[in-house]
């Protein structure tokens, strides 16, 4: 069958403040060059959801589509432009993606329909409470999930139909899933996977695209 990368990437970059996230370059490439072309050699169509009225930059080998008012419609415009029976959505703003990764979660799709990158956490966790230390986080079993996320598209799509009749929301497409009380794989994701969000994630960024491009 064949398989999509759909990449929103319609974000504004309110918290990164450099104008539409997506567009920002790191080491004279842009976040979304940088993810489609991780994605370009491993599937059969890259389709990305951006920012109503912006093109793509020439040479990005994809298809453009307008995303919408938030990340979970611009996925679900998305589905609705591709027919492919597996489908892998990436976040624009994770533009370091080893084909590992991908490999991992193509292999996992199959059995159970649904599969995310995703790290144990490393950190110690604990929930705040007005700035205070108040009740800390067993730190056993839990996972920071990241993207790429891979669905047999009939299972994305049976989420996100969901989700839209409960007026649900989810940070992620794995999240809609497993609100059906569907399985989610979890498949080793990569440490230079992190999102690029704040200012100081451009720095960071700066010195993996270093190591990345050379
Ligand atoms: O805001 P955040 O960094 O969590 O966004 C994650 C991804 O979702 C980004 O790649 C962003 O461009 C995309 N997005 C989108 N449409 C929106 C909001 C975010 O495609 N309306």
Redesign the pocket.
């Known amino acids: 069958g064949r398989t999509a990368a759909l990449?929103?990437?319609?974000?504004?970059?309110t918290?990164l403040g450099r104008g539409p996230?997506?567009f920002v370059e790191v080491a004279g490439k842009s976040l979304l060059a940088r993810s489609v072309a991780a994605l370009a050699p491993l599937v059969d169509e890259v389709l990305v959801?951006l920012p109503e009225g912006l093109t793509l930059p020439e040479g990005v080998p994809a298809r453009a589509i307008g995303?919408?008012?938030?990340?979970q419609?611009?996925?679900r415009r998305l589905l609705r432009a591709t027919t492919a029976e597996v489908v892998l959505v990436h976040?624009?703003?994770r533009p370091f993606l080893p084909a590992q990764v991908v490999h991992a979660l193509l292999e996992a799709i199959p059995e159970t329909g649904a599969a995310t990158a995703a790290l144990p956490v490393a950190d110690t966790l604990v929930r705040g409470a007005a700035g205070r230390w108040a009740d800390p986080v067993a730190r056993d079993g839990l996972w920071a999930v990241q993207t790429p996320q891979g669905f047999r598209r009939e299972v994305l799509l049976r989420a996100h139909a969901a989700a839209q009749a409960g007026g649900h929301t989810a940070?992620d497409d794995a999240g809609l899933v497993a609100r059906l009380g569907l399985p989610v794989t979890l498949v080793p994701g990569d440490a230079r996977l992190f999102?690029v969000?704040a200012p100081g994630d451009l720095a960071l960024a700066q010195a993996v695209a270093a190591m990345w491009d050379a």
């Open positions: 990449i929103p990437a319609a974000g504004s970059g918290r996230k997506a959801a995303g919408g008012a938030t990340r419609e611009s996925v976040d624009a703003a940070t999102k969000t």
